[in-house]
């Protein structure tokens, strides 16, 4: 039997305050939801646009009380926060993802096995806790590699690429993690993903598949849609779709791709939640990706993903403001007619801190994206 719909003016509660925390109480608002923001102590954008806010930690004992009393329903705007505290939130109130499948997202070696025990593609991998079994997967893979902390990894952070060659005590000893994984090397075309929602009655709708560049190892441009064949179109599709199955998921995900050559494609990671490269969604889809999970999440069907033109969307770093306090002038973003300015509302611009992003809707989308890029580049003063 399918669960009770949550209708509006239910309040939603949501695990983190940052921008994807901030979108989503955007359509909250307009589709007539309340929502509680726990920030966990972090700097949260969301909390001028929530409904209510608790500023304490994930492991607070009262906030916990708080959280599963004043929601409804709750979700979570990104994966690194503690098991203990999911499997609370979710002993008070229905929690959708499942706090299952929220960690297993968030560690990559759970992830992989995961991934491994569906027979769903991905690179070869080594499970290491010691400098022994480091050496030992060096030698199995014969080749180059990359080390990845089990936990608590995003835009690049713990991860060192290996030649094969080096000594694994030395570099044991360097990377200072209990847990690892060696990655086999991946060379690829490009990097794609799809946006997948699931809701409680088995309902499914993807987004269609997109290309991601990146710049520093962050997100740097999405390209919608993909430039791929119709069948690479309808393998990412159904890898996404036999993921959300196995996980009999409730809310959207991100499902990243490496694209290889023969049109080989391999899942790299899972987002149990809406991910910056469904962020041209919101202006040049039907639904947007911030409104499919609030669809998925309170139990209703799900809209629609048509794209309505092509699009790219632009990743606003730090490195582009002219100063930590100083905005860029918008007015070299807003001369394209087309160009949908999101602002996350952070106070500090730092190098690599997503400050907010632009999407570039209809034709020459990509060549427009680039020009304003670089020009936004050249007036930053020192933050690359």
Not at 286 to 300: D, K, N, P
Request: hydrophobic share 45%; aromatic share 6%.
């Amino acid at each position: 039997m399918t669960p009770t719909p949550f209708p509006p003016g239910s309040t939603i509660g949501i695990l983190g305050g940052g921008q994807l925390a901030r979108m989503l109480c955007m359509e909250a608002k307009r589709m007539g939801y309340r929502t509680l923001v726990w920030t966990g102590g972090l700097e949260a954008p969301a909390t001028a646009l929530c409904d209510a806010v608790i500023e304490l930690p994930f492991d607070d004992v009262i906030a916990i009380s708080q959280f599963t009393t004043a929601a409804d329903v709750a979700t979570a705007e990104f994966e690194n926060i503690p098991r203990a505290t999911l499997d609370a939130v979710a002993a008070g109130v229905t929690l959708r993802p499942s706090a299952s499948a929220i960690a297993t997202c968030a560690n990559r070696e759970q992830e992989k096995t995961f991934l491994r025990e569906q027979n769903i593609p991905c690179a070869p991998f080594w499970i290491v806790t010691n400098a022994e079994e480091l050496a030992r997967a060096m030698q199995e893979l014969n080749g180059p590699g990359v080390l990845k902390t089990s936990a608590f990894g995003y835009d690049g952070k713990g991860q060192r690429k290996l030649l094969g060659t080096e000594n694994a005590i030395v570099v044991w000893e360097e990377f200072q993690a209990p847990r690892a994984i060696l990655e086999g090397f991946i060379t690829f075309q490009s990097e794609l993903s799809v946006m997948i929602a699931r809701n409680p009655a088995g309902e499914v709708r993807c987004f269609d598949p997109v290309e991601n560049q990146h710049r520093h190892h962050i997100l740097d441009l999405t390209i919608a849609p993909a430039a791929i064949s119709l069948e690479l179109h309808q393998q990412a599709i159904a890898i996404a779709t036999r993921i959300v199955s196995a996980f009999d998921y409730v809310g959207i995900m991100g499902v990243e791709f490496f694209l290889q050559a023969g049109g080989i494609i391999l899942v790299n990671e899972m987002a149990p939640r809406p991910h910056n490269s469904g962020h041209h969604t919101i202006d040049a889809c039907e639904t947007s990706q911030f409104e499919q999970q609030l669809r998925a999440v309170c139990g209703l069907p799900l809209g629609s993903t048509k794209l309505l033109c092509p699009a790219v969307m632009l990743n606003l770093l730090g490195d582009m403001w002219p100063g930590i306090d100083q905005a860029p002038d918008w007015s070299i973003v807003l001369s394209d007619p087309s160009a949908a300015l999101h602002l996350y509302g952070k106070k500090r611009a730092i190098e690599r801190r997503k400050m907010g992003h632009v999407t570039f809707l209809g034709t020459q989308a990509h060549d427009r994206a680039e020009n304003i890029k670089a020009r936004l580049l050249a007036a930053g003063l020192g933050l690359r």
